[in-house]
């Protein structure tokens, strides 16, 4: 049986460069994936929180460098010599063996990029030697979504949805909302079916309403621990 193998031909435009926001909690971990020919026995791991942008960077990586993204073990590691591969959550790779010769493989030909949201020293490795490697890994850590990030993916989140907010949501959003993507993905699905429901447009007023509904919930959560 062939590997799995997933081109990114196919995936979202939001995907692209274009479409990152590069921000002080990013732009040191592009760079360094960036400089892929320099990674020490060519593999990188990329670690960060979720929506952090693991995955838009290795999209544009992949896209840009002719790389596939490996979806399972392959049966046999060598005829992928020489590849661009990417393993997403390889802290849950489920063959430590094939991790072990693909990072040994890209010591002499290609490149692997892995990405997690746990550093390397937290996987799980059931061979000592694959332990040594995940432990020499160079590291790209992206940070939390600053506001770039995440006034950029709130904006993504609107549109995906052809949703254009009154100009003051989205600021008014960023100081007020829990900052994390998932919150920033649930607050605009809120809105949107606040919106739907109401038959209103998304402004500053209709924000405040659900931020406040928010609240109440957390306040009742809170009461009851």
């Known amino acids: 049986m062939n590997p799995q193998l997933r081109l990114p031909l196919g995936r979202a435009p939001d995907f692209s460069r274009e479409r990152f926001a590069r921000s002080p909690a990013n732009a040191a971990a592009q760079t360094q994936v960036d ?63 094939s991790l072990f010769h693909l990072l040994n493989m890209t010591q002499s030909s290609g490149a692997l990029l892995l990405t997690s949201r746990q550093a390397p020293a937290g996987w799980p490795a059931a061979l000592p030697d694959l332990r040594s490697r995940l432990n020499a890994l160079l590291v790209a850590e992206l940070a939390e979504p600053d506001d770039i990030v995440l006034g950029a993916v709130l904006k993504t989140l609107f549109a995906d949805r052809h949703i254009r907010p009154a100009k003051e949501v989205i600021p008014y959003l960023l100081y007020r909302m829990e900052r994390s993507i998932p919150a920033a993905r649930a607050m605009v699905e809120r809105l949107d079916d606040a919106a739907s429901s109401q038959r209103r447009e998304i402004n500053r007023a209709l924000a405040i309403e659900v931020l406040e509904v928010d609240n109440v919930i957390n306040d009742l959560f809170h009461d009851q621990d």
């Open 35 to 97: 400089a892929w020919r320099a990674w020490p026995g060519g593999a990188l791991a990329l670690i960060g929180p979720e929506g952090s942008g693991k995955s838009h960077l290795a999209q544009i990586w992949a896209a840009e460098n002719d790389g596939a993204f490996l979806d399972s073990p392959p049966d046999d590691v060598a005829q992928l010599a020489g590849r661009r591969l990417v393993i997403e959550n390889a802290g849950a790779w489920p063959d430590a063996a």
